[in-house]
């Protein structure tokens, strides 16, 4: 992506406008990468750092902004295979939708078409390298209750222990 192009970018996908010496750190800072500006230009409208070292620095400080409960939702889409709606909603066992709609609002993931859709899969897999083990098991116990089949049962009661468990075996 070229300086132009990257400033155009940069204006379109900043929360307000950001004056020129603000698009040229940020154009500057991208490197070309037409992903990577718009992360910066989202997070230009922040108090934190316009070169936040890496896109994942980026993504997990806009999941870091979500409300506890909008976090361990997408926590959830980040450990199941299944992304439909209506397989969200049985392990979450209530309103789904209400508890995602604060990530739906900031731009990490659409519901569309019956399917949570993240925005990008690093996402999801920073969502899930970042929680801790309990959140983990916890969303894993959640999909294995409320799984179709007995191997996707299976693959979650496994992830939902700490180490060796009878039960789940």
């Not at 899930?128 to 409320?146: F, G, I, K, N, P």
Request: glycine share 8%; proline share 6%; net charge negative.
């Amino acid at each position: 992506l070229d300086d132009v192009h990257g400033a155009e970018l940069v204006a379109l996908a900043a929360p307000a406008q950001p004056a020129p010496e603000v698009v040229g750190r940020v154009v500057a800072a991208a490197e070309g990468s037409p992903f990577f500006a718009l992360e910066l230009a989202r997070a230009s409208g922040s108090d934190g750092p316009l070169d936040g070292g890496s896109v994942g620095s980026l993504f997990l400080a806009r999941l870091a902004a979500l409300p506890r409960r909008a976090q361990r939702a997408f926590l959830l889409i980040a450990a199941s295979a299944d992304r439909s709606v209506a397989r969200l909603e049985r392990a979450w066992g209530r309103d789904f939708g209400a508890a995602i709609e604060p990530a739906v609002t900031a731009g990490l993931v659409s519901l569309a078409g019956h399917y949570a859709r993240p925005v990008h899969p690093l996402f999801t897999q920073l969502a899930y390298e970042e929680a801790d083990q309990a959140a983990r098991r916890d969303v894993h116990r959640s999909l294995a209750a409320t799984a179709a089949t007995s191997e996707e049962r299976a693959t979650h009661l496994g992830r939902s222990v700490a180490g060796p468990d009878a039960e789940a075996a």
